[in-house]
């Protein structure tokens, strides 16, 4: 077996052209990936064979050779797992729209119509819905730290409130914590692999992890700091960062949607300090434009507390609901800003380090940034109206509670 192959490395092959055919299920490149105009050619090449699978038509179903409309939660079954190990069972509750499929349906299929076999003749994958899936899981995790052995659909189902892997004969009602007996699953005749070197990425042979750690205890490594690869210059003098607010999630495929939650941080905006925005002669609202040697991004400015030198940019903000401007001029996604570049152990990309300008465009006319005040961005001016959910926020379906007293 090879390593897997990385979604930079993906991008990368499909820009050298190894990569013909592309299947993208349940993510949006064009908008959450580094260096969009990149990723906006690498998608668009005519050798290039895109599916894109999503229940909404995003930025990168635009771009797409065939669109897959797919069911959403509560459209379908399936499990999910909680970072405290609980495994939930999540049942369908109403029919997907339309022509829209689960993933999983639409994948089997695929299987069938290709024809796909194992090395016994028998179609492949044998199962046929979610329940004989999850079954073939948890066939494939006994003995493992993740042992499901003792999970099924029918068992999920009557304990509403999931239960906790490892759960086997050993465990039948699942297992709250772990580790109790001091015994961990770094042991050198158990791993499956011995880390990385923090720098380079190069895997760690067994022969230095076994010398390094033969009781399997936590080994804490500590990493030289190593200065980014784009940094501040005269002609960029910011160091730009981008990421979340607690209103929207991903590219807002589906928060975008949710009118309390697109009232609350309604357009994309840029953070710049106090002190900054003073030497700029920046005012609460005013438009500006911050760009890198990539691209340029215009946005409303929001004075907050963030560090001098430091410019933030939520990356939700692409470009289906975007005004006619935004979308011939790809200037709202923060993405259109950050590097192609990755961490060497995680293979994740970069965007925390990219160098920026920002110039103002025009008068605010008093209109504070979209923001929302009730988060990171809140303003360091008490002027900006607060963000508030409203009449529509307000759950009129629960009654006040009586409480007698003697």
Same mark, same amino acid.
Not at 174 to 182: A, C, H, M, S
Not at 233 to 258: N, Q, V
Not at 276 to 303: H, K, N, S
Not at 335 to 349: A, F, G, I, R, Y
């Given at each position: &077996? ?5 979604? &930079? ?13 592309? %299947?993208?299920?349940? +993510? ?51 499990? =999910? ?41 028998? @179609? ?50 699942? +297992? ?87 009232? !609350? ?8 300090? !106090?002190?900054?925005? !003073? ?34 940019? @939520?990356?939700?903000?692409?470009? %289906? ?20 570049? %990755? ?7 970069? =965007?925390?380090?990219?160098? !920026? ?12 940034? @979209?923001? @929302? ?34």
């Amino acid at each position: &077996m090879t390593p897997p192959t990385h979604a &930079m490395q993906i991008f990368r092959y499909a820009e050298q052209g190894s990569i013909r055919f592309l %299947w993208v299920t349940a +993510t949006n490149p064009a908008v959450s990936m580094p260096e969009l105009a990149r990723i906006r050619s690498i998608l668009a090449q005519d050798r290039l064979f895109l599916i894109v699978q999503d229940i909404f038509r995003t930025e990168t179903a635009e771009l797409a050779d065939v669109v897959l409309p797919a069911a959403t939660q509560g459209e379908k079954a399936g499990c =999910f797992t909680n970072v405290d190990r609980t495994v939930h069972l999540s049942d369908k509750a109403v029919e997907p729209p339309g022509v829209a499929r689960p993933d999983l349906d639409i994948l089997l299929d695929y299987a069938r119509r290709m024809d796909f076999r194992d090395r016994d003749g028998q @179609p492949f994958p044998q199962w046929h819905d979610a329940s004989s899936a999850f079954d073939a899981w948890v066939a494939s995790t006994e003995g493992r730290p993740c042992d499901y052995n003792g999970l099924s659909h029918a068992k999920l189902r009557s304990a509403p409130s999931g239960i906790q892997w490892p759960c086997n004969s050993e465990n039948p009602d699942g +297992t709250e914590r772990l580790y109790t007996d001091g015994k961990f699953f770094s042991a050198p005749d158990e791993c499956e692999s011995y880390g990385r070197d923090l720098v380079t990425g190069t895997a760690v042979e067994e022969t230095e992890y076994r010398a390094l750690n033969p009781d399997a205890k936590a080994v804490i490594k500590a990493a030289a700091y190593l200065p980014p690869h784009e940094r501040p210059d005269p002609d960029h003098p910011f160091a730009l960062i981008t990421g979340r607010t607690l209103y929207h999630f991903h590219t807002r495929t589906k928060t975008g949607r949710a009118p309390q939650l697109q009232a !609350a941080a309604s357009e994309v905006w840029v953070e710049c300090s !106090a002190a900054d925005a !003073a030497a700029l002669e920046l005012r609460e609202g005013d438009l500006a434009e911050i760009t890198t040697p990539r691209g340029a991004v215009r946005a409303r400015v929001r004075i907050s507390g963030i560090r001098d030198g430091v410019l933030f940019l @939520p990356f939700h903000y692409g470009y %289906w609901d975007a005004d006619h401007a935004q979308r011939a001029g790809h200037d709202r996604a923060a993405n259109e800003l950050t590097p192609t570049d %990755w961490d060497p152990v995680s293979k994740q990309p970069l =965007f925390k380090t990219a160098a !920026a300008n920002l110039t103002r465009i025009a008068d605010g006319l008093g209109v504070p940034a @979209p923001a @929302p005040t009730t988060t990171g961005s809140r303003p360091v001016g008490d002027h900006v109206p607060p963000t508030r959910g409203g009449h529509a926020a307000t759950d009129t379906t629960r009654q006040p509670t009586q409480v007698e007293t003697p």
